[in-house]
């Protein structure tokens, strides 16, 4: 059974930064995609980065500004987000591939307001 618990958010003033974590059971964060995804209020779900075996994807509005990573002994994937904009605020879910079956976290809330 494959797990994935988020944490991280919170509120931060625009250009502040934030860490999620995405605490991963049941896969291999190392083999097997994994990947942050945001929904914004009033808006559809988006892709904000993935990685797979070191390889990394990020959308081009957090190029430059978010990276993701990997501990492979922690079994965790983190997104480090720096110079955070309001247009940011959304609730983050970490979401993996394994053998075919996409599994999604609950979601943790990013809020970039003054």
């Known amino acids: 059974q494959v797990q994935l618990v988020e944490s991280g958010g919170g509120l931060v003033e625009p250009g502040g930064s934030l860490r999620l974590s995405c605490v991963a059971s049941g896969t291999i964060v190392s083999i097997y995609p994994m990947g942050w995804y945001r929904r914004a209020p009033g808006k559809q779900r988006e892709l904000v980065a993935d990685i797979t075996a070191g390889r990394t994807n990020y959308a081009d509005s957090v190029k430059g500004r978010f990276t993701i990573s990997t501990d492979d002994d922690k079994n965790t994937v983190y997104l480090q987000m720096n110079s955070l904009k309001p247009e940011d605020t959304a609730v983050y879910y970490c979401?993996?591939?394994?053998?075919?079956?996409?599994?999604w976290g609950k979601g943790t809330l990013v809020t970039v307001s003054s």
């Open positions: 979401n993996t591939n394994y053998y075919g079956i996409i599994y």
